[in-house]
Structures are given as C-alpha cells and as structure tokens.
C-alpha cells in the first residue's frame, strides 16, 4: 500500500478500529486520522496526526494530501442507511459531492482510493439468496442510489483515468469499539450492549429478517487486504461483495442466549428500517473476493458472540458497578 495514508470519517464505527489497525502495520505518522468531527485528544488514537477535514471542501482535501504527501485514501466518511433515509438530501451532498471531491483530488495527485460500498447497493428486484457479483442493482433508497452511483463513478476514474480505486459492499457490521452510525443492522450491535446490560432487547427489524453481517475485525481485515492485493489479479473493482454470515433477529438472540442466561426479546417494528432490510438481499455470494484477493473471513456466528460479549462485559459492567455503588 501507498504511504501515508489519509483517512476521512475516521471518528465512526469503521474508522475507530480501521485507523488503530493501520497505524499498527505502517506506524502512526504515515496515518492521518481525519473527521468533521471534533473531539478532545484524550477520545483520539493516540500518537499520529488528525485534521480536521471536511469532505464537501475540496480545497481543505487538496491542503491535507499536499501537505503530507498522501499516497492512498480511505474514504470513510457518508451518512448511513436509515440517517439518508431522513435526510436524503444531506445525503447526495455528502455520500457524492464528497466522493467526487475526494477522487478528483486523488487524481490530480495520483493517489489510491479505498471506497466502501454496501448490501445497499442492491435492491428489492436483485436476487436474494447468494446474490451474485455482478447482478441487477436498482436500490429504492437514498443511501443505495449513492452507492450505486459511488461504485460506478469509482469504476469510471479507474477506467477513465488510470486511478487505482477499490472497494466492497460491506454487510452489517458488528463491532464493540465506536456505536453504529444509523444503519439498518445496528440493531445486531444494540442488541448485545442490550444483552450485558439489561437481559433484554426490543428488536426495531421483524422476526424472519435475514441479512449479511461481519464482525469488525473482518472488516478490517478486508479493508487492508484489498489495498495490498496485487493489481494484475483483480477483474473488478467497485466493489466487491463480502460476507461473513447471516442471520436473523431471533438467531442472534438464540446465540446470545445461549451464552446470556435469561436473555429475552421483543419486537416493535420501525416501518423504515425494516423497509429497507426487506429490499436488500438475504445473503451474498462472495466468491469473486476469494478469488481476486484471497478473501476469507476468520469469524463466524458463534465466534463473533463470544468475542463481543467477552469484549463488552470487559466494557461496561466495571462502568455499572461503579455508577451503582455511587448512588
Ligand atoms: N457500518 C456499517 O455497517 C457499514 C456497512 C456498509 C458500508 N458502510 C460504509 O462505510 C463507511 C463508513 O461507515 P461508518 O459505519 O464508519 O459510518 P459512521 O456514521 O459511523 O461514521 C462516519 C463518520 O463520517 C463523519 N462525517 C460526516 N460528515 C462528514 C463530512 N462532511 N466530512 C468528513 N467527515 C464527515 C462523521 O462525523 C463520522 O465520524 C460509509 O461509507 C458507509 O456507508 C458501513
């Protein structure tokens, strides 16, 4: 991979952990955490730089890959499923103008661009079950227009421009680091920090919802790989279908029960949310992945409950503890 590196949205649920990861494998100053966000140091990553970089400027972008002479760019930051539901508009500003922005200045300066895409670029009329590589998308929601139109305008700058731009169509993610950011699959998140602290959960998508899911450090996994892998290899590039598993509500609960004594859930369905679950596939075919780059996840259902449970009783009951013997 191209050093450094910058990457934007850097505060949210992918870059919490993607940044760590990257400033492991190349060291902290060739990675340049960015976000509009502003936070105090202390919630920061510790050693490396930040900037604070908004990605509708093209100006501030170009200033950032000047000045550290940035050779690849994980461009993180968008609004998620069911926020560009609320506000569309927002949305297409921020999921394309800041695209465009970050890849005309990637290819003034010749650098790498990572986009992730999403299970949101498919619609209700892609087929469900192993949803092929290359198959029908006609998303019927904001988020999936903008991924839709995100992979094929990466595509063009490949094409068109020689840009080196890669990208694949995360599912759910599920992570223990930084909360969701208003997605469609959050409730695979809310539903153990409910679990650990409270024994029960009120589920906002249908019992039956099947969806991808992959546990974070996947993701990352992913997220690197695809970087590193060699070029004369890949036949596509934006973006590639990557799953891990997946379930439903009641089979994650099933899992968490297992492991949660008591464990209890209900259902009070969010028309919007669940609108969107049901237009998107129930399971993806990933094989293009593993062929093109050796994609190949290392957790699976069981695995990944044990992980976040273990992760977030680490987390949160010393917290609890200490708000209860205060008051
Ligand atoms: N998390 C998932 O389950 C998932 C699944 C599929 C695809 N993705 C994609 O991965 C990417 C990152 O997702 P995430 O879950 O980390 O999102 P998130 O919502 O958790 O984080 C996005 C970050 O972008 C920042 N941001 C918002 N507006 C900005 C702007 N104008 N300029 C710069 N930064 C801005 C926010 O402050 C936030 O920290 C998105 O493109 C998303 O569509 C995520």
């Known amino acids: 991979m191209r050093t450094p590196i910058l990457v934007t949205g850097a505060l949210g649920q992918i870059g919490a952990e993607l940044v760590p990861a990257l400033r492991e494998r190349y060291g902290a100053d060739r990675v340049v955490a960015s976000d509009i966000r502003i936070v105090p140091r202390s919630e920061l990553f510790g050693d490396g730089p930040f900037e604070f970089l908004d990605t509708t400027k093209a100006k501030r972008i170009e200033e950032v890959v000047r000045r550290y002479d940035i050779g690849t760019i994980y461009h993180l930051a968008a609004l998620l499923s069911a926020v ?3 506000k569309p508009q927002v949305a297409w500003d921020l999921n394309m103008g800041g695209l465009y922005r970050v890849l005309e200045v990637a290819r003034q300066h010749r650098c790498a661009v990572f986009v992730p895409s999403s299970i949101g670029a498919f619609g209700p009329n892609t087929p469900k079950e192993r949803t092929p590589q290359d198959t029908i998308q006609r998303p019927t929601t904001m988020y999936g227009v903008t991924k839709v139109a995100g992979e094929l305008l990466c595509d063009y700058y490949h094409l068109r421009f020689g840009l080196d731009t890669r990208g694949v169509r995360f599912p759910g993610l599920i992570s223990h680091a930084a909360p969701p950011g208003g997605g469609t699959t959050d409730y695979a998140v809310d539903i153990f920090h409910a679990a650990v602290r409270h024994g029960r959960y ?6 039956g919802t099947s969806l ?17 892998a060699d070029e004369a290899r890949l036949v596509h590039r934006n973006a590639f279908n990557v799953t891990a598993m997946h379930f439903t509500p009641e089979v994650l609960a099933a899992e968490i029960g297992k492991r949660v004594p008591g464990f209890t859930m209900d259902y009070a369905v969010d028309p919007v949310r669940q609108a969107i679950a049901d237009s998107w596939p129930d399971s993806l075919d990933d094989s293009a992945a593993r062929e093109e780059w050796g994609w190949s ?4 259902l069981p695995a990944m409950v044990d992980d976040m449970l273990a992760n977030l009783r ?7 503890a200490a708000e209860a013997a205060r008051s």
Request: hydrophobic content about 40%.
């Open 84 to 86: 560009a539901e609320e």
């Open 202 to 207: 009120t589920c906002f998508l249908r019992q």
């Open 212 to 228: 991808d899911m992959m546990y974070m450090p996947d993701a990352i996994k992913a997220m690197i790989d695809l970087m590193e």
């Open 297 to 300: 996840p290392d957790y699976d």
């Open 314 to 320: 680490r987390k949160l009951q010393p917290a609890e």
